[in-house]
């Protein structure tokens, strides 16, 4: 079993071809692609209106798992994201780049602890705010979006985070990602492509915006200035990545060792002096490859069976980095067709819920290390760790949900 310190890495867990990476633009989202194509004009969340209107068909022909009541649980676990930020615009909503609520003198007089005490205070209130882990990474200037639906994110060398009639202006200063992660409720999610994962999903959503919004405004009374961010300003995964955690698997997501990829992902950039956390590698893109779960569970076949690659014909991906790409509008078509969104692939990996005997039929191949199955230590260090909850091994175990203290 491997410990977190023993999965930490030196080195990057991601290969980029630096002459053809570009900085990815909102506008090549699947969101984005989909909701301009339905609308016949740039739109971000037009996607939303046959998904709906295919919701109200399948509710009242009285389909299973998509009653009324369900699809007004799903509304109420939605509000909050939806008044706070709507799944994320830059500097839209509540996710300003300029403080609402802090005294002027407060931001401008920073404190002077130092960056180990920060680091800490910063992860401890993000606790207490709701996040359920949260790493520290430097904001790497290719994950940044290129631009949103409408104007550039523009990187300066000095200045304030604001926007302007002709861009999002980020000075360089703001050089630290701070990366929240949210459990989402398995039992819900389990239940996909029903409502009651849409569920799950919407309560993830408003507690990212609940914690990013208030963590923004915890660091600039501290005196440093911050961005909240959900979906918007700058890719969450691969800062996930750097911030140490977890992976990247093959449905595209990331996969962290202690609630696999049932998580939804919030950032805070700031110019606060944080620690850096390390990457960790602890064998998901080997096991990965002989794992093909998600995408034989895929109702619209949007998870790549091949190998790794760095080249996308799609225009929802980004050609330049290794790895598997998803077929974006295959993805979201089905979310349309189907009335709600889907969490298939993150049902059936088996870091979800850790080793059970039957994977060891599914698998395409063993994947050991010196230390035995990738997977089966992962549980070992799951159940270890309090993440999981297994009274015997190799049957399906209880993902044990944090005691959060705050927000």
Same mark, same amino acid.
């Given at each position: ?60 022909? =009285?389909?299973?798992?998509? #009653?009324?009541? @369900?699809?007004? !649980?799903? $509304? /109420?676990?939605? &509000? ?128 990212? =915006?609940?914690?990013?919004? #208030?963590?923004? @405004?915890?660091? !600039?009374? $501290? /005196?440093?200035? &911050? ?181």
């Amino acid at each position: 079993m491997l410990t977190r310190e023993q999965m930490k890495t030196d080195e990057k867990p991601y290969e980029i071809n630096q002459d053809r990476y570009e900085r990815f633009p909102v506008t090549s989202q699947a969101f984005a692609v989909v909701s301009t194509r339905d609308m016949g004009e740039p739109s971000y969340l037009g996607f939303l209106e046959k998904m709906h209107r295919n919701l109200s068909t399948r509710m009242q022909q =009285g389909d299973d798992g998509f #009653s009324r009541e @369900e699809n007004a !649980r799903d $509304l /109420g676990a939605n &509000a909050m994201n939806l008044l706070l930020g709507s799944y994320g615009f830059p500097n839209h909503q509540f996710l300003k780049w300029k403080s609402m609520i802090v005294p002027e003198q407060l931001t401008k007089q920073p404190v002077q602890n130092s960056s180990e005490e920060l680091s800490e205070m910063v992860k401890n209130t993000a606790k207490l705010y709701g996040a359920d882990l949260t790493g520290i990474a430097e904001l790497d200037e290719k994950w940044i979006y290129s631009k949103d639906m409408e104007k550039p994110f523009i990187l300066t060398e000095e200045g304030e985070p604001e926007e302007k009639e002709d861009g999002f202006y980020i000075p360089k200063t703001m050089n630290r990602a701070i990366v929240l992660a949210f459990l989402m409720d398995e039992e819900m999610i389990g239940k996909s492509p029903e409502l009651d994962a849409s569920v799950a999903t919407s309560f993830g959503y408003s507690r990212m =915006g609940i914690t990013a919004v #208030s963590l923004a @405004e915890y660091i !600039r009374a $501290l /005196g440093y200035r &911050a961005i909240p961010c959900m979906n918007d300003t700058a890719l969450s995964i691969p800062l996930a990545v750097d911030a140490g955690l977890g992976q990247l698997g093959r449905h595209g997501l990331l996969i962290t060792p202690e609630y696999g990829s049932n998580i939804r992902l919030a950032k805070v950039l700031t110019d606060m002096p944080l620690d850096l956390d390390q990457p960790i590698e602890y064998g998901i893109t080997e096991f990965c490859e002989n794992c093909l779960l998600c995408a034989e569970h895929c109702p619209s076949m949007a998870i790549s069976s091949d190998k790794q690659t760095m080249e996308c014909s799609q225009i929802t991906g980004n050609s330049g980095v290794k790895k598997w790409y998803i077929k974006g509008e295959r993805c979201l078509t089905f979310w349309q067709s189907n009335g709600a969104s889907c969490a298939n692939c993150i049902t059936v990996c088996p870091f979800t819920y850790g080793f059970e005997s039957m994977q060891c039929f599914e698998c395409k191949g063993c994947v050991e290390r010196d230390r035995g199955c990738i997977l089966q230590n992962n549980t070992q260090y799951k159940v270890k760790n309090g993440f999981l909850k297994q009274d015997r091994w190799a049957e399906r175990g209880e993902v044990i949900t944090p005691r959060r203290r705050g927000l």
